[in-house]
């Protein structure tokens, strides 16, 4: 008796669900009335407000009232943004035999990414994300694929089992216990490696992320403009020592600006690594200058993939080296790491900063090209 095959339903709360011509297409609007109408209401007071205060500021060059006039409209902003996205904004994802397509759509399209099938492991629902509503994770060898934020947990759930479904059919997804075996990194990769007789070279370059840019913008905007309001009224009435006081508040306005420099010159920050059979270099650059620091390697053992938690748990991780020799590498994005690993068990340098794809990888590299690194090769 053969079992008929469960039809794939077209409809997952907000979630519309197109199977069809060998592929899936997946769309989510995100219609939320209550938020809707919340900011439908506060939109126009703040926009009011905002716009008096800059609108005073013009005529008067008063910085008191453009320091309190620039929250209410960086507010107005977000919120005229954000009933934009809940009218006409819309996630579109497309899975079929050749990888997964993914689109942002409000108006324009502002986000795309293309992941081929061979790159895909599976969709779950993060809920793990401090500060962040859940949404649908399509995890694959290099960064996640996400889409559906403030879906109800029972849609992301079942939106989950109904992806995984379909990339088994498809013939796709790679288990965890797969190591070494990889030709090339992910497609979005930015890392570079060149290879010669006997030496290793690594290299990567940062990236924009409109998301951050946007974030940081706008609390830039928010805590600068607070504080400076209050200092300007303070030093208009002659308050020493409550302008003292403040200060502390002056260094919080300050690090969101640090953090939108940082993320806007991201592309000028790159770090390299050179690997030899007996020493490690390694430069943290910007604008391509940066300064060596160089230690001896003693013979490896083997070289291992190995994964870590959230990288903002701290923001930078220490390498120890056999004779003590220690210095910092900060963490990026990633999750994994290459682990080189010395004949006594001892982890002697690690790699951070990678999505699995690439981890695994530069794994095969060295062990496939650089076999006379290893301890294993003199005997």
């Given at each position: 008796m053969v079992r008929a095959m469960v039809p794939y339903p077209t409809q997952i709360g907000p979630v519309q669900i197109d199977v069809r011509n060998n592929g899936m297409e997946i769309c989510f609007r995100r219609r939320n009335w209550w938020h809707f109408l919340l900011f439908l209401v506060m939109f126009p007071i703040f926009a009011a407000i905002?716009?008096?205060?800059?609108?005073?500021?013009?005529?008067?060059?008063?910085?008191?009232?453009?320091?309190?006039?620039?929250?209410?409209?960086?507010?107005?902003?977000?919120?005229?943004?954000?009933?934009?996205?809940?009218?006409?904004?819309?996630?579109?994802?497309?899975?079929?035999?050749?990888?997964?397509?993914?689109?942002?759509?409000?108006?324009?399209?502002?986000?795309?990414?293309?992941?081929?099938?061979?790159?895909?492991?599976?969709?779950?629902a993060d809920y793990s994300r401090s500060g962040r509503e859940p949404e649908l994770e399509i995890k694959t060898l290099g960064r996640s694929i996400r889409m559906g934020r403030g879906a109800d947990s029972r849609t992301l759930d079942a939106l989950a089992q109904t992806v995984n479904r379909f990339l088994r059919e498809l013939g796709a997804g790679h288990p965890a216990s797969e190591v070494g075996d990889h030709t090339a990194p992910p497609g979005e990769s930015t890392l570079q490696v060149?290879?010669?007789?006997?030496?290793?070279?690594?290299r990567r370059r940062g990236r924009w992320s409109t998301t951050r840019l946007f974030e940081f913008t706008v609390l830039t905007l928010l805590t600068g403009s607070i504080v400076g309001a209050a200092a300007t009224l303070l030093v208009q009435k002659g308050k020493a020592l409550e302008l003292i006081l403040l200060t502390p508040f002056f260094v919080m306005a300050v690090l969101p600006a640090f953090a939108w420099f940082r993320a806007v010159l991201e592309p000028a920050f790159s770090v390299e690594w050179q690997f030899r059979r007996d020493e490690l270099r390694y430069c943290r650059r910007f604008f391509g200058l940066g300064i060596w620091r160089t230690v001896?390697?003693?013979?490896?053992?083997?070289?291992?993939?190995?994964?870590?938690?959230?990288?903002?748990?701290?923001?930078?991780?220490?390498?120890?080296?056999?004779?003590?020799?220690?210095?910092f590498v900060p963490i990026d994005d990633g999750g994994h790491a290459v682990a080189l690993m010395g004949t006594r068990r001892q982890q002697i340098a690690r790699i951070d900063g990678l999505t699995e794809g690439e981890a695994r990888w530069l794994c095969a590299v060295v062990r496939q090209d650089y076999t006379n690194w290893f301890a294993s090769s003199e005997k």
């Amino acid at each position: 008796m053969v079992r008929a095959m469960v039809p794939y339903p077209t409809q997952i709360g907000p979630v519309q669900i197109d199977v069809r011509n060998n592929g899936m297409e997946i769309c989510f609007r995100r219609r939320n009335w209550w938020h809707f109408l919340l900011f439908l209401v506060m939109f126009p007071i703040f926009a009011a407000i905002g716009s008096m205060a800059v609108a005073s500021f013009v005529q008067t060059h008063n910085w008191l009232a453009m320091g309190i006039g620039l929250p209410f409209a960086t507010m107005a902003f977000v919120m005229g943004m954000s009933l934009v996205w809940l009218l006409v904004g819309e996630e579109r994802l497309l899975l079929n035999q050749l990888g997964c397509g993914y689109e942002l759509r409000v108006i324009l399209c502002w986000k795309r990414r293309l992941v081929p099938l061979t790159e895909l492991k599976r969709a779950t629902a993060d809920y793990s994300r401090s500060g962040r509503e859940p949404e649908l994770e399509i995890k694959t060898l290099g960064r996640s694929i996400r889409m559906g934020r403030g879906a109800d947990s029972r849609t992301l759930d079942a939106l989950a089992q109904t992806v995984n479904r379909f990339l088994r059919e498809l013939g796709a997804g790679h288990p965890a216990s797969e190591v070494g075996d990889h030709t090339a990194p992910p497609g979005e990769s930015t890392l570079q490696v060149k290879q010669a007789a006997d030496v290793l070279q690594i290299r990567r370059r940062g990236r924009w992320s409109t998301t951050r840019l946007f974030e940081f913008t706008v609390l830039t905007l928010l805590t600068g403009s607070i504080v400076g309001a209050a200092a300007t009224l303070l030093v208009q009435k002659g308050k020493a020592l409550e302008l003292i006081l403040l200060t502390p508040f002056f260094v919080m306005a300050v690090l969101p600006a640090f953090a939108w420099f940082r993320a806007v010159l991201e592309p000028a920050f790159s770090v390299e690594w050179q690997f030899r059979r007996d020493e490690l270099r390694y430069c943290r650059r910007f604008f391509g200058l940066g300064i060596w620091r160089t230690v001896l390697l003693p013979p490896l053992d083997s070289v291992q993939v190995r994964r870590f938690g959230s990288p903002w748990r701290t923001l930078l991780k220490k390498i120890r080296f056999d004779g003590g020799s220690s210095f910092f590498v900060p963490i990026d994005d990633g999750g994994h790491a290459v682990a080189l690993m010395g004949t006594r068990r001892q982890q002697i340098a690690r790699i951070d900063g990678l999505t699995e794809g690439e981890a695994r990888w530069l794994c095969a590299v060295v062990r496939q090209d650089y076999t006379n690194w290893f301890a294993s090769s003199e005997k």
